[in-house]
């Protein structure tokens, strides 16, 4: 498990040739880490965007050559259930994580490099919450575009609803921002309107009424935004 030990970047961390990868690109691999880790988990979406959230956020105020980018996710894992109230054991999360960094090794026994592993992770969410000054809340995109998403299905004709798949792309594209810093640099409500905006384009989908409407479907239930903010997030 060479990912989250020690005070190293794990394997995926390094390029062709052995040369360290650029920033993005770590980062982009360990929160798609974070999400699969989280499904087999059992955590739910928030809990999982939590977890996300965190990582980047350390990674904004601290070096990534300085923390073990694995580690940190790991302890992001075991704080944002905290934070949602959906408790994890440490030896779960080792155990998922041991599974997908090294799915060819043999599972860890409870000996003293699993305990110094569990006593890493402790200790790095005290570190994390430090660097992070406690505010490990955030306000997330999904119960905006939840209620989009509701009110374009009433709003929308029905069959054009059921033969587009708006809203199953409107979540991936959702869940597909985690992998970077959108959710550090821009609001919520803009976010959940960017992806939807974004799932309507893709399939070409029209909003009645647009043209004559008084006010566009984007500042629906009073958020404020500007098209050219949502096509920037895209």
Not at 27 to 50: D, Y
Not at 70 to 85: D, N, Q, T
Not at 194 to 206: C, H, M, S, T
């Amino acid at each position: 498990m060479e990912g989250p030990e020690g005070g190293g970047r794990g394997p995926v961390a390094r390029g062709p040739e052995g040369r360290p990868a650029p920033e993005a690109r770590v980062h982009f691999r360990v929160a798609r880490f974070i999400m699969e880790a989280g499904v087999k988990l059992g955590m739910r979406s928030i809990p999982i965007a939590t977890a996300c959230t965190i990582y980047h956020k350390f990674f904004c105020e601290s070096s990534l050559d300085a923390y073990d980018p694995y580690l940190v996710a790991m302890s992001s894992i075991y704080l944002a259930g905290k934070v949602e109230e959906q408790h994890l054991r440490t030896r779960d999360i080792i155990n998922v994580s041991n599974r997908y960094l090294d799915p060819s090794g043999e599972p860890l026994e409870l000996d003293s490099r699993f305990w110094e592993l569990r006593d890493s992770i402790v200790q790095c969410e005290l570190l994390v919450l430090r660097v992070l000054r406690f505010q490990v809340s955030f306000q997330h995109p999904h119960k905006y575009l939840l209620h989009y998403l509701v009110s374009f299905k009433n709003w929308l004709n029905r069959h054009s609803w059921q033969r587009t798949p708006v809203a199953v792309t409107a979540w991936a594209l959702l869940r597909d921002s985690y992998h970077g810093g959108l959710c550090l640099r821009f609001q919520a409500q803009h976010i959940a309107v960017a992806v939807l905006y974004l799932a309507l384009q893709v399939y070409g989908v029209e909003v009645p009424a647009e043209v004559e409407a008084e006010k566009p479907w984007w500042q629906l239930g009073a958020v404020h935004q500007e098209l050219p903010e949502s096509r920037h997030i895209l």
